[in-house]
């Protein structure tokens, strides 16, 4: 059984810094794309940034400079390091990933975690 657990989340001043952690397990993340996603009250779902299985990684124009995806194999754990956070960052932060089985796709949620960006 596949199951994503993020944590990290919380309350930050505008200008401050969190570190999201997504801990995986019955999956090795490393062997897939992984992601991170937030949804703020009343919005749509979005991409925030990706990282792939060779390590390469892709971020949302809206927080290019600002939030570092990275992985750690051997704890089996992505992180999202945000800084300079702003009001509009404020959201629920979900780490998901994807598998291909004999052609079917499985999508798999963690149950996300709440940032807060406010003075």
């Known amino acids: 059984q596949v199951l994503l657990v993020e944590s990290g989340g919380g309350l930050v001043q505008p200008g401050g810094s969190l570190r999201l952690s997504c801990a995986a397990s019955g999956i090795m993340s490393r062997l897939y794309t992984m992601g991170w996603y937030r949804q703020a009250p009343e919005k749509e779902r979005d991409s925030v940034a990706n990282?792939?299985?060779?390590?390469?990684?892709n971020y949302a124009d809206s927080v290019k400079g600002r939030i570092t995806i990275s992985r750690d194999n051997a704890k089996n754990t992505v992180y999202l390091q945000m800084s300079s956070l702003k009001p509009e960052d404020t959201a629920v932060y979900y780490c998901?990933?994807?598998?291909?089985?004999?052609?079917?796709?499985?999508?798999?949620w963690g149950q996300g975690t709440q940032v807060t960006v406010s003075s």
């Open positions: 990282i792939t299985s060779d390590g390469s990684t």
């Open positions: 998901r990933t994807r598998r291909i089985i004999y052609g079917k796709v499985y999508d798999y």
